[in-house]
């Protein structure tokens, strides 16, 4: 089945930088990949998503991108603010009816 | 419109003792889900019902069931809960279609079994 590695596990950032996260999938036939931002004792919430036929999809000062032939997605959040804290999952959609396998999540910190 | 809601949102259990979580959406989704969260450990698929009447297991199903009530409920249970099953739970829904859908979750359950 599907496996989904996510790194770095913790990441800290100052105010108005960049942050990058990666993940990388085991399975060539997964085709979707969304990214999930859940705050501190909050549910996880959809910040973005990409299908294979993209390459990258952009919202406002989030973007993710896609490399099929390595297997690899990131997400880039750029002019980092101090709510942008949470915690981040990537996750990658198994061909198997919707189901989806999740990376172990990165603490994301935006020092002030 | 209330999305996902999970019942309760907190238990203690002794060891050995039962429970059900209760989960129900009312965005008129097909698919439902049942996760737990670890610490350090992302979010765990245990079951799965891709549509009324159905489900499967999902990575980490030994310990639990699950009932696929109707269109808009799923419940959890631990038959003899173990202090390995202390975690969070989250339930989740979407739609089913031929292609990728949002998945929509719960505020969570959070169990400890002492």
């Known amino acids: 089945g599907e496996n989904v590695e996510q790194h770095p596990s913790t990441l800290s950032v100052q105010e108005g930088d960049s942050a990058v996260i990666k993940c990388t999938y085991s399975?060539?036939?997964?085709?979707?990949f969304p990214w999930y931002k859940q705050e501190l004792g909050k549910r996880p919430q959809l910040i973005i998503d990409i299908r294979s036929n993209v390459g990258e999809k952009k919202d406002q000062r989030i973007a993710v991108t896609l490399n099929k032939t390595a297997k690899h997605f990131s997400l880039h959040i750029t002019e980092t603010q101090p709510e942008d804290s949470a915690v981040y999952f990537c996750?990658?959609?198994?061909?198997?009816?919707?189901?989806?396998?999740f990376g172990t999540g990165t603490l994301l910190a935006v020092q002030p | 419109n209330a999305g996902v809601t999970q019942t309760p949102k907190f238990q203690v259990l002794k060891t050995g003792q039962s429970m059900t979580l209760q989960c129900a959406q009312d965005?008129?989704?097909?698919?439902m889900y049942w996760y737990r969260q670890d610490p350090g450990m992302g979010l765990r698929l245990i079951y799965y019902s891709a549509s009324e009447g159905t489900t499967d297991k999902g990575e980490v199903p030994n310990g639990y069931n699950v009932s696929r009530l109707n269109k808009r409920e799923f419940s959890l249970r631990l038959e003899s809960a173990a202090p390995s099953q202390t975690s969070v739970y989250f339930c989740?829904?979407?739609?089913?279609?031929?292609?990728?859908?949002?998945?929509?979750f719960g505020d969570g359950t959070r169990l400890s079994i002492l």
């Open positions: 989740a829904s979407s739609e089913a279609s031929g292609g990728a859908s949002t998945q929509h």
């Open positions: 965005m008129n989704h097909n698919s």
């Open positions: 996750a990658a959609r198994e061909k198997s009816p919707n189901k989806l396998i």
């Open positions: 399975d060539s036939a997964s085709n979707y």
